[in-house]
């Protein structure tokens, strides 16, 4: 469980650990700059933020420094893409999952007192989901998005989100 926000909710995504911003129909450029600005935006509280591209994928920024109160949260873009479609939810979620089962996995295999160790690896190129009790097959490619230096610390003036009055997400 977890708590997830539209990135259009201010409040919402402040204190979300997975914030999902509405990328459908845009260019490819316009999408990155999308996730860019909700990087940008919610860096701090979110350990996963995606940007929908298609109801087929989603870029998704992976928070890759453990701890939430980092002085200058670090990360990486996957693009994560379904044969089928999907609600908007699901392809960040999917990886925040991953994320969490990650973590449980590593601190239960480490001997008492040992810390976690820094950085978090690229998920599996393959994940399998369980949605509505049907099984979805998803595959997870890097996405060719530089993240290091400053990347996601500025945000324009003006901050649009699409709003799709059929998605309960982004009502």
């Not at 909700?38 to 870029?59: E, N």
């Not at 007192?113 to 978090?120: E, L, N």
């Amino acid at each position: 469980m977890h708590l997830l926000a539209p990135a259009s909710d201010q409040f919402m995504a402040e204190n979300a650990s997975v914030v999902v911003a509405d990328a459908r129909d845009q260019e490819t450029f316009q999408a990155h700059r999308t996730l860019h600005d909700a990087v940008a935006r919610f860096r701090y509280g979110a350990l996963v933020i995606g940007a929908v591209t298609t109801p087929r994928s989603s870029l998704v920024w992976i928070r890759d420094n453990p701890g939430r109160l980092q002085d200058e949260p670090k990360g990486y873009a996957v693009e994560i893409r379904s044969p089928r479609p999907g609600p908007a939810e699901l392809y960040p979620s999917v990886l925040y999952t991953w994320l969490r089962w990650w973590d449980e996995q590593t601190r239960n295999s480490l001997p008492p007192g040992d810390r976690t160790p820094q950085g978090v690896p690229r998920p599996p190129t393959e994940l399998t989901a369980f949605l509505n009790g049907t099984q979805r097959q998803l595959t997870v490619r890097d996405a060719n998005l530089d993240t290091s230096g400053d990347w996601g610390r500025t945000v324009p003036q003006r901050y649009f989100e699409p709003f799709d009055p059929e998605d309960p997400l982004f009502r």
